[in-house]
């Protein structure tokens, strides 16, 4: 079981806007800064966004993050095929002085 | 570029030792916290463990705790991963990562564990 929560399973229709959610505690997401990562089959994760709501270069601006007390979330407005991963949240923890993961989210554009 | 390249993985049995080393090049080696990651086939990400830019501070998952031993070598822009005691569990892709809370991925390497 993760520390931070993650719905299994999003979906959506091109061109919708879709929300990933990710529900932690105070150790972790109420005090560090969130991390958002792609995950295409076979590939290793690829950043997305970083301290809660930044984009690396070459990320676009249709996707953003959010935080707020001990949640955050991950919107993907305009949603294409080419979005459908699986996607993981990722933060510090300051109680297991390590990063902790979401259990994914996997993203079906239908 | 930052490129981070794993290499060392490998099937071994139960009960067996393994070291994983991953070069990095593209950044200021010395200067970045270090972490491994791993993924199960089919599971989430799990991290493993992290060393501090200096190497002088190590942290580890409980799961792996007392078994694994990360280190770097900053003359050799190198960061290690040597896991002893093995178990079925262990086996996975290890991704190595740059910072803390990992900002870029080496391709990962692939440890196997069975008899």
């Known amino acids: 079981q993760s520390v931070l929560t993650q719905p299994p399973s999003a979906s959506g229709t091109p061109g919708q806007r879709v929300t990933i959610s990710c529900s932690g505690s105070?150790?972790?997401?109420?005090?560090?800064?969130v991390y958002w990562y792609q995950q295409l089959p076979g590939m290793p994760p690829k950043l997305l966004v970083y301290?809660?709501?930044q984009r690396p270069s070459g990320v676009p601006d249709r996707l953003s993050g959010s935080k707020s007390g001990t949640s955050a979330s991950l919107a993907i407005s305009g949603l294409r095929s080419e979005d459908e991963a699986d996607y993981y949240c990722?933060?510090?923890?300051?109680?297991?002085?390590?990063?902790?993961f979401g259990g994914g989210t996997k993203l079906t554009v239908l | 570029e930052v490129q981070l390249l794993e290499s060392g993985g490998d099937l071994v049995q139960p009960g067996g030792s393994l070291r994983l080393s991953c070069v990095g090049t593209?950044?200021?080696?010395?200067?970045?916290?270090l972490t491994w990651v791993r993924q199960a086939p089919g599971k989430g990400l799990e991290w493993v463990s992290t060393?501090?830019?200096?190497?002088?501070?190590?942290f580890y998952a409980d799961s792996v705790k007392g078994r694994f031993t990360i280190s770097r070598d900053n003359s050799q822009n190198t960061l290690y991963l040597q896991m002893n005691s093995l178990r079925g569990e262990d086996a996975a892709m290890y991704y190595c990562?740059?910072?803390?809370?990992?900002?870029?991925w080496g391709q990962g390497t692939l440890v196997t564990v069975s008899s």
């Open positions: 990562a740059k910072d803390a809370t990992p900002y870029y």
């Open positions: 593209g950044f200021t080696f010395g200067s970045y916290a």
């Open positions: 060393i501090s830019g200096s190497g002088d501070n190590t």
């Open positions: 105070s150790s972790n997401v109420g005090s560090n800064y």
């Open positions: 301290r809660n709501n």
């Open positions: 990722a933060v510090w923890d300051d109680k297991l002085s390590g990063p902790v």
